[in-house]
Structures are given as C-alpha cells and as structure tokens.
C-alpha cells in the first residue's frame, strides 16, 4: 500500500473504490490496499447485517400492530 491509495481511500471513497476494483479485474493484486479493503468488506458487511435487522424489526412492529 502506498500513500497515494491511502490518501485517496480518505478523501475519495468512491474513486479509491473504483480503482481497487480495476486493480482487482486486472489481477493487479500486489498493488490493492488490503488493509483499507478488508476494513471496507467488514464494514459492508456489519452494514447489511444492521439493515436486515433493522427490517425484521419494522416487520414484527407491523405483525403485532395487525
């Protein structure tokens, strides 16, 4: 990981994200930043985990109003 990657993951989610994506379609593997993007898959993850919780909570409120 250089600090080029490390900047832009900070100031540009998107287009850091974006390259990552390049760099692994190209099977540039030596050059993705795997600290960030492993910390980014976490996130995701804990993300949709929280949302789904979030719905079936909304889903049973509806159930016990009916």
């Given at each position: 990981?250089?600090?080029?990657?490390?900047?832009?993951?900070?100031?540009?989610?998107?287009?850091?994200?974006?390259?990552?994506?390049?760099?692994?379609?190209?099977?540039?593997?030596?050059?993705?930043?795997?600290?960030?993007?492993?910390?980014?898959?976490?996130?995701?993850?804990?993300?949709?985990?929280?949302?789904?919780?979030?719905?079936?909570?909304?889903l049973l409120g509806?159930?016990?109003?009916?």
């Amino acid at each position: 990981m250089n600090r080029m990657e490390t900047h832009l993951y900070e100031t540009d989610f998107y287009g850091w994200l974006m390259q990552q994506s390049h760099l692994l379609k190209t099977g540039e593997f030596k050059q993705l930043d795997i600290a960030n993007l492993v910390e980014a898959l976490q996130s995701l993850g804990k993300q949709q985990r929280q949302e789904r919780r979030n719905c079936l909570g909304v889903l049973l409120g509806h159930f016990l109003t009916w």
